[in-house]
């Protein structure tokens, strides 16, 4: 049954392996079990209900990715994304995160409505591809700066805004060991090396009485705090458009970003250079992203790590259905996530920021009015704590410098639209 549904011998694979596959994914990108309810409880959501919702969402998406689209990608809550709920939507703007579950669901919705008119290539291949790289430069460094101070090592200074924290105190000590060893593993090629540094970091804090213990296992914690709590209609409101712009923006890139890279690595894409089965790999994504907000966690996106299952040798979706099997799983050792302390999922953040800022080497230094704007949107990110400001502020910016600069033919329409809603915003205050 298995070979016929996902055509194993056609692509050159057989169950073992994909289970295998499966299993290499998942360790590679079960850190967010513990970090992104650490991120969105900072918006006042419940530890736990964010917990079952993180797992089960990520399930759903990366079931969903499996079964209608056959491949080997896993699907959980974006990191960059949910910073920017917490820190950019609630804590930033002073919305609720009802209000902010709101948005990410009506940007799904959106998604879903792109995907199915195939509007999505037109909106992407209009878009610069500098600009595309600051966007995910620009959510590396924003990571960079809530892990960084989430650890202690960058605190508030009323004279220069910010200043170095404590670094000989052993929290930062603990965060910087972690962070090296994550870094080293990984180039060493060692399949779960976050999680092997957020687990070492923390055990080496629990010996220090660091760690608050709360067990290993027991029965999943009650969804109810943030199940159907999402505030739909005050989402629409003309403040939040530009939030939902945001949500929809990055998940857009993020998710044709992840499935272009992994299927080049896993030779998945046909004689033209095109990933058969798009459409439905989009669907997965995007009705991922409704079903996650419902549940009560921020935008579901497709994962780069599930590189780390392509390398294994998954090929299939078979590799899909094992990590989501093992997001269950996942769901009776709450206990344990809990019990990670902030400068441990810090490392794993500040790691993460690395690997998104390394895409800048893509950029063209030499021309000015593709750099300039690539430094401008990645900057404003962590600047203004928004990754909206980031976007608007490259947009305009990348029109402006264009035209100035006597190369108006380069300027899509779609870029026009988006610099134009930018500047909207700042004229209006909207």
Not at 99 to 105: S, T, W
Not at 253 to 268: E, H, N, R, W
Not at 363 to 378: C, Q, R, Y
Request: overall charge neutral; aromatic content about 10%.
């Amino acid at each position: 049954m298995l070979e016929n549904f996902f055509k194993l011998k056609e692509h050159g694979t057989d169950i073992k392996t994909e289970v295998i596959a499966g299993f290499s994914t998942f360790l590679t990108m079960a850190y967010i079990i513990a970090v992104n309810p650490g991120i969105l409880s900072a918006a006042g959501m419940d530890f736990g209900a964010v917990f079952v919702a993180t797992c089960i969402a990520a399930a759903f998406g990366t079931a969903v990715m499996g079964l209608l689209a056959n491949y080997p990608v896993a699907l959980a809550p974006g990191m960059g994304l949910n910073a920017f709920f917490t820190f950019g939507v609630v804590l930033g703007m002073g919305q609720t995160w009802e209000v902010a579950l709101g948005a990410v669901f009506w940007s799904g919705i959106i998604f879903v409505l792109l995907s199915m008119f195939k509007i999505r290539e037109w909106i992407i291949n209009a878009i610069p591809s500098s600009l595309k790289t600051g966007i995910s430069v620009g959510i590396g460094l924003f990571l960079a700066i809530i892990g960084l101070q989430s650890a202690g090592v960058v605190v508030d200074n009323p004279a220069t805004l910010v200043g170095m924290g404590d670094v000989t105190s052993l929290p930062v000590i603990l965060f910087f060991l972690g962070f090296v060893l994550i870094t080293a593993l990984y180039y060493r090629g060692v399949t779960g090396s976050v999680v092997i540094g957020i687990i070492t970091t923390t055990a080496i804090g629990a010996v220090f009485g660091l760690v608050e213990y709360n067990g290993i296992m027991s029965m999943p914690p009650s969804i109810a705090p943030t199940f159907m709590k999402i505030d739909i209609m005050g989402a629409l409101n003309v403040g939040m458009l530009a939030v939902i712009f945001a949500f929809l923006f990055v998940d857009l890139f993020d998710t044709s970003g992840t499935l272009i890279a992994v299927a080049q690595k896993g030779k998945l894409l046909d004689e033209k250079g095109r990933l058969p089965r798009l459409g439905r790999a989009l669907m997965a994504d995007s009705t991922a992203s409704v079903f996650g907000s419902v549940l009560g966690t921020s935008t579901t996106t497709s994962y780069i790590e599930s590189s780390a299952g392509i390398a294994a040798g998954g090929r299939t979706g078979l590799t899909a259905v094992t990590v989501a099997v093992l997001f269950l799983v996942a769901l009776f050792f709450s206990p344990l996530a809990l019990s990670i302390p902030a400068y441990a999922s810090a490392s794993a953040l500040v790691f993460v920021a690395v690997l998104m800022v390394s895409t800048i080497a893509n950029i063209d230094w030499s021309d000015l009015t593709e750099s300039a704007p690539v430094v401008v949107t990645a900057v404003m990110m962590p600047l203004s704590y928004s990754i909206a400001e980031g976007i608007s502020a490259g947009f305009v910016t990348y029109a402006a410098i264009k035209l100035l600069s006597g190369k108006k033919d380069e300027i899509s329409i779609s870029v026009y639209v988006i610099a134009a809603l930018g500047l909207a915003r700042y004229m209006f205050l909207i």
